[in-house]
T-cell receptor
């Protein structure tokens, strides 16, 4: 049982390049999330998904796009990378509140992708 | 809107000393409360959570936190820390009214335990 797996673990890009970060979970979770972590700022939500085929914007969505074509995968795309997007990116997943009787559930996190934009 | 404040960015303590990491939140609706721990070069792991019921919650490794509704706080405590507790600790809230479990995080507190 791998939990939440992120690929790649490290990447260096040049300004203007594009790339896709992949998140895969094997826990049959309905909800998935992408966060970025920057020093002194904690984690901030970029985009999230409440189910296959649905996505929504979080706190800092500009410059990113996402897709959830399969329940177990959540992709984060950078179309034209900028130095301000240098960060550590975390994917997380959780059960839906419908499944848990309305109670909030903790999120399970991957180990992160460290991305540097030069 | 919700916000989470962790006033202490760093907390240095000696091994076997007690520690308290402070967390205050602001929200116009009821929230669920969480503490996550992040060890170096790893993702976040759930430490403990308050969903309902007893306001004092405990983790398996000796940490505890108490939900204080009147003070809108969820401080994390441990009576005797170990070197292995050195990590960054994040307090987070999730509004009960949402249909997702979006988390709003504090900026984190780095706990450094010295021998």
């Amino acid at each position: 049982n791998a939990g939440v797996t992120q690929t790649p673990k490290f990447r260096v890009l040049k300004t203007g390049q594009s790339m896709t970060l992949l998140c895969a979970q094997d826990m049959n979770h309905e909800y998935m999330y992408w966060y970025r972590q920057d020093p002194g700022m904690g984690l901030r939500l970029i985009h999230y998904s409440v189910g296959e085929g649905t996505t929504a914007k979080g706190e800092v969505p500009d410059g990113y796009n996402v897709s959830r074509l399969k329940k177990q995968n959540f992709l984060l795309g950078l179309e034209s990378a900028a130095p301000s997007q240098t960060s550590v990116y975390f994917c997380a997943s959780s059960y839906s509140r419908t499944r848990t009787g309305g109670l909030g559930q903790p999120q399970h996190f991957g180990d992160g992708t460290r991305l540097s934009i030069l | 809107a919700q916000s989470v404040t962790q006033l202490d960015s760093q907390v240095p303590v000696f091994e076997e000393a007690p520690v308290e990491l402070r967390c205050n939140y602001s929200s116009s609706v009821s929230v669920y409360l969480f503490w996550y721990v992040q060890y170096p070069n790893q993702g976040l792991q759930l430490l403990l959570k308050y969903l309902s019921g007893s306001t004092l919650v405990e983790s398996i490794n000796g940490f505890e936190a108490e939900f204080n509704k009147s003070q809108t706080s969820f401080h994390l405590r441990k009576p005797s820390v170990h070197i292995s507790d050195t990590a960054e600790y994040f307090c987070a809230v999730s509004p009960r009214s949402y249909n997702t479990d979006k988390l709003i995080f504090g900026t984190g507190t780095r706990l450094q335990v010295f021998p």
